[in-house]
């Protein structure tokens, strides 16, 4: 009798906990739908269609994306190859910063760790604006300009230099300033990976006959901290391919001079919020999220558990 009690109660328990588990997962379910996956599929249909906001949508199939990639000459001649060199530059670089800044924070004590850690964080948390606003002082084209007043009082220059107003500077000074605020998330994420690595792992590997710091950055310290790179990884990716904006935000302007500094994220604005083709917008989206997954996937590779 007692064993047969005992098979009535049990589904009921796991009926309970299963209920609990959904509890606490729900808020986030639910946010995921409204914020993500609602606004992605929301984005797909758009993109099948021609909707300038005043009138209602008008379907075209898939002549936007025809029109990406065959008659706007400025996406595939500037504005993908300005993308693809500001992913590639900033993406590891940033990437193996962060690393390498999580490593040396790991081997100091931990009161001067900590102090280093919100400095080094703290760019990150910048708003976009503000954070624009300090480097057009920095690079301000006129003789108050900080950077052109240390040249011009060290006879480098004759005259003041435009630099965020002319193509030739406009792409690099994106990524200074990007990589100057990219230690956010993924770089914390890599110090705490660092920081749990059981020590008794080192204290091994030297006994067996490793003999440099090297040595233990590569046998020990990166693989014991896959899941920590590969979050990293993922979110520098997406950083990086979100961080478009900052050149229209120091150039003042959008397009930037020449498409210099244009990416797709700033021609996703240029299209949506100032020409107001809101379909074209969404299938450059579209375009610039299968660019986002295969990067991703590039990064699971690399540092996802092998199977």
């Known amino acids: 009798?007692?064993?047969?009690?005992?098979?009535?109660?049990l589904p009921f328990k796991k009926y309970k906990d299963n209920r609990t588990g959904t509890l606490f997962?729900?808020?986030?379910?639910?946010?995921?739908?409204v914020f993500i996956t609602i606004p992605v599929m929301?984005?797909?249909v758009l993109s099948l269609t021609y909707f300038n906001l005043l009138d209602v949508p008008r379907w075209v199939g898939l002549t936007n994306f025809i029109t990406i990639f065959t008659?706007?000459?400025?996406?595939?001649?500037?504005?993908v190859p300005n993308t693809i060199t500001f992913a590639v530059v900033v993406g590891p670089l940033g990437y193996l910063l962060g690393f390498f800044l999580a490593w040396l924070l790991a081997q100091i004590p931990h009161r001067l760790r900590t102090i280093l850690t919100l400095i080094i964080y703290s760019p990150s948390l910048t708003a976009g604006v503000a954070m624009a606003v300090m480097w057009r002082i920095i690079f301000s084209g006129d003789e108050a300009g900080y950077l052109n007043a240390i040249l011009l009082s060290l006879n480098l220059i004759d005259s003041p230099i435009q630099w965020l107003a002319n193509p030739?500077?406009?792409?690099?000074?994106?990524?200074?300033?990007?990589?100057?605020?990219?230690?956010?998330?993924?770089?914390?994420?890599?110090?705490?990976?660092?920081?749990n690595i059981n020590p008794e792992l080192f204290e091994a590997a030297y006994v067996d006959g490793m003999t440099s710091k090297l040595q233990e950055i590569f046998y020990i310290t990166i693989p014991s901290m896959k899941p920590q790179m590969l979050f990293g990884a993922v979110m520098s990716l997406v950083a990086t391919f979100n961080a478009g904006a900052i050149g229209v935000l120091l150039s003042g302007q959008n397009p930037t001079p020449q498409n210099a500094g244009q990416l797709i994220v700033t021609h996703i604005d240029d299209y949506g919020f100032i020409r107001?083709?809101?379909?074209?917008?969404?299938?450059?989206?579209?375009?610039?999220?299968?660019?986002?997954?295969?990067?991703?996937k590039v990064a699971y590779k690399l540092f996802g558990e092998k199977d």
């Open 276 to 296: 107001f083709d809101m379909g074209y917008a969404a299938a450059l989206s579209m375009v610039l999220l299968v660019m986002v997954y295969l990067f991703s």
């Open 1 to 9: 009798m007692g064993r047969y009690i005992m098979t009535i109660k």
């Open 25 to 33: 997962v729900l808020p986030y379910v639910l946010a995921f739908l």
């Open 42 to 44: 929301m984005g797909m």
């Open 168 to 195: 030739d500077y406009l792409m690099t000074i994106m990524i200074i300033v990007t990589l100057w605020s990219s230690m956010g998330i993924g770089f914390l994420a890599m110090l705490a990976g660092v920081l």
């Open 71 to 79: 008659a706007d000459s400025a996406f595939m001649q500037q504005i």
